[in-house]
């Protein structure tokens, strides 16, 4: 018998997540505070809950994509949270991108209620997630992971299990931090290029050929040279995990300049009201 799914964070990521989710014949049990989204899945045949709490009563698995580590502890601690209905032996997965540290607390705590728990974060952007194509990286135990393997098979591609609990998370900040000097590194290039009196479109399309190619500079390098910023991911957000990024290198002793110098200029496009572009749009800021 197919498992029946929870799930709580409808947004940008979320919601083709969850449809691939029902595409999979998964029985889909969701929360969301927005009227609009609440009546496109229940039309989609997916079953409205009142709160965390009526959801965790009905599933056997919660998944949580939820902007920030305090909503994480909300929607699983809090007054209606997962935890006061959920059964014993019932998984959450927490696929949002938070503190590796306070993903360790809310399993210890969990467990106390015989709950496992999975920190699984994503990459690969809202394509990604409307392909189901997602990397997933998950944190936790190899046998609560082999028992929910189909559900993340329908949510992405790459299913990797990097250790235990924290390791996700771990795993995401390093992801961001790549991310977020590559997005410097082709602005940096781009501008260079350009300034020289040199076609920096052509000099993208040299580069995509050879070792420099990446997949920041084939998306964010052509949303830079497009001017378009609608996000694929907000500044906002990538701001939220660059600092969570930083914070956990604090934590280890480790030194990273460069993911500093990118996340001050992240600070700098969210300062000046651009918090809903994309973070490409740091493209703007040194083009001014």
Known sequence: MMKKIGFIGLGIMGKPMAKNLLNAKFPLYFYTRRPETETEFVEAGAIACSSPKELASMVDVMITMVPTTHDVEEVIF????????????????????????????????????QIDMLDAPVSGGEQGAINGSLSIMVGGKEEVLSKVKKIFSAMGKQIVHIGDHGAGQTAKACNQIIIAETIIAVDEALRLAKKSGVDPAKVREALLGGFAASRVLEVHGKRMLDGNYEPGFKASLHRKDMHLALDEAHHAGVYIPAAKYAMQCIDQLVMKGHSNLDSSAIHLLTEE
């Open 78 to 113: 809090g007054k209606n949270g997962i935890v006061h209905t959920a059964t014993p032996g019932s998984i959450v997965i927490d696929m949002s991108t938070i503190s590796a540290s306070a993903t360790k607390k809310f399993a210890e705590k969990l467990a106390q209620h």
